[in-house]
Nanobody, 120 residues
């Protein structure tokens, strides 16, 4: 499975941005997918996850109420509203291999990342 993320950019605090990640190859439409992010000097952290058919989602507390993850078959989106300076990070798309449970923390595939910069 290959993951291609896009949509990052430079925005001002309070603005919105939508990230897109397209999965291809293998069972790319039948896998749980997620967004992670890594801010400068910090470890990578979980942002949101969506189940393989989109009926279940989970969010990090830091983005609840502001970010929405959704999907259309093998493509997932991250709608980011009310962006804050602390949301500045490289955002990565990730996916679990087919058959891996939604609850597990392990991700098997990673995209290349897309940079989101929020100016204060």
């Amino acid at each position: 499975v290959q993951l291609q993320a896009s949509g990052g950019g430079l925005v001002q605090a309070g603005d919105s941005l939508r990230l897109t990640c397209e999965a291809s190859g293998g069972a790319s439409s039948n896998i749980h997918m997620a967004w992670f992010r890594q801010a400068p000097g910090k470890e990578r952290e979980f942002v949101a996850v969506i189940s393989r058919v989109g009926e279940v989602t989970r969010y990090a507390d830091s983005v609840k109420g502001r970010f929405t993850i959704s999907r259309d078959k093998n493509t997932i989106y991250l709608q980011m509203n009310s962006l804050k300076y602390e949301d500045t990070a490289v955002y990565y798309c990730a996916a679990k291999s087919p058959g891996r449970a939604f609850q597990t923390a392990r991700y098997d595939y990673w995209g290349q990342g897309t940079l989101v910069t929020v100016s204060s």
